[in-house]
């Protein structure tokens, strides 16, 4: 079975959100990045028993005041099977990097309170990101749409993390991921698309979708001279393990 294990499926970025879901046979997390977004994750989970959620605060909206309360009264849902997206983005605003390492920090330790896994953004925070992984992750963690060397993907694979890999892999501009994606074992990597955004090829430059998981899939299995179906099943399998599902 297929499973994308990170997903934005907003009203606001979708004509027919039912009709994205309807056309995915397999398994979607959706996850979301604020309070109004972590409610409607939340909403379309209840609807449809494919949908699970992970709750969480996007460090864009980073401040000393972020009120975690939503997350920790619905932790307990069924359909919340993690923390996230949670992390560090310096890419364009690095005045406030002591807001995104607290609230980062304060989300991990709720994901260890209640022992689920967190999905990890971090764009342009490498050795941040790392040292308060090493400092306070204590569960199952996932670098979502993962972005640095093979050589940092060593240092976050000594901490047991796994891998979200998603359409860059499919990218002409795409060969650091590819050797990322040769090198890490596939008991470490897990499928994503983060539709709507970063539409493989060749559909890249259209919306993306959860349905698309499956191009990504047989992209591995072409850099890895392995079978689709394999890949298919062994990220199934890290993907059940990491969300308990």
């Known amino acids: 079975m297929l499973i994308d294990t990170h997903c934005h499926l907003f009203e606001s970025d979708y004509e027919n959100v039912d009709s994205i879901v309807k056309n995915m046979l397999g398994i979607m997390i959706a996850s979301g990045v604020d309070l ?20 969480g605060i996007h460090p864009e909206y980073a401040t000393n005041n972020v009120d975690l ?28 990097k002591n807001e995104q390492k607290n609230l980062f920090i304060k989300q991990i330790e709720l994901a260890n309170k209640y022992q689920l896994p967190v999905v990890i953004h971090s764009r342009d925070a490498c050795q941040d990101t790392l040292d308060i992984l090493k400092s306070h992750l204590q569960t199952k963690a996932i670098m979502h749409c993962y972005s640095y060397s093979l050589e940092m993907a060593k ?4 901490l047991g993390i796994y891998f979200g890999i998603g359409g860059v892999l499919t990218f002409k501009n795409g060969q650091k991921l590819k ?3 040769e090198e890490i074992p596939l008991d470490r990597l897990v499928l994503e698309t983060d539709s709507p955004y970063l539409t493989p090829e060749p559909f890249r430059g259209k919306q993306n979708v959860p349905n698309n998981v499956e191009l990504v899939a047989k992209k591995i299995a072409e850099i890895k001279n392995i079978s689709y179906e394999e890949v298919v099943k062994v990220t199934e399998e890290n993907a059940k393990y990491i969300f308990d599902i």
């Not at 109004?36 to 992970?54: A, C, G, I, P, Q």
């Not at 240092?155 to 000594?158: D, P, R």
Request: hydrophobic share 40%; proline share 0%.
């Open 69 to 96: 309360t939503f997350i920790e009264n619905n932790i307990k849902n069924a359909k919340v099977v993690g923390i996230g997206e949670i992390g560090l983005d310096y890419h364009y605003d690095t005045n406030n």
């Open 179 to 181: 050797k990322v994606v």
């Open 36 to 55: 109004k977004s972590n409610k409607e994750m939340l909403m379309l989970s209840d609807k449809y028993s494919n949908v699970f959620v992970t709750l």
């Open 155 to 158: 240092e976050f694979l000594k």
